[in-house]
């Protein structure tokens, strides 16, 4: 069992930067892959982007490439994510999601945190 958090959500102009943390409770975390997702009222979840296990692989939506940056320290059981040059488009409440490496599905979620990007 896995329990996330995330936090460091807030409210920023746009071109500004935040980072997001995700900390996980449970000694398997670092077994999981982690991956990133945002939403808005109305719209379908959207993917941002994904970590394996070992941190050595990213892999990044079209939207936030070059922009987004997804890490994590196991020793700290947390993951991040890092964005930079935000727009007000990237307002929504962004998740982090853990789930078994070299799957596409995750099985733990957190409850978000609300990014807002002001114009």
């Known amino acids: 069992q896995v329990q996330l958090v995330e936090s460091g959500g807030g409210l920023v102009q746009a071109g500004g930067s935040l980072t997001l943390s995700c900390a996980a409770s449970g000694r398997t975390f670092s077994t999981y892959a982690v991956g990133w997702f945002r939403q808005t009222p109305g719209k379908e979840r959207e993917y941002v982007g994904m970590i394996n296990w070992s941190g050595v692989s990213t892999y990044y939506a079209d939207s936030v490439k070059g922009r987004f940056t997804i890490s994590r320290d196991n020793a700290r059981n947390t993951a991040y994510l890092q964005m930079s040059s935000l727009t007000p488009e990237d307002t929504a409440v962004y998740y982090c999601?853990?789930?078994?490496?070299?799957?596409?599905?995750?099985?733990?979620w957190g409850l978000g945190t609300q990014v807002t990007v002001s114009s």
């Open positions: 999601a853990a789930g078994v490496d070299g799957s596409s599905s995750y099985q733990y």
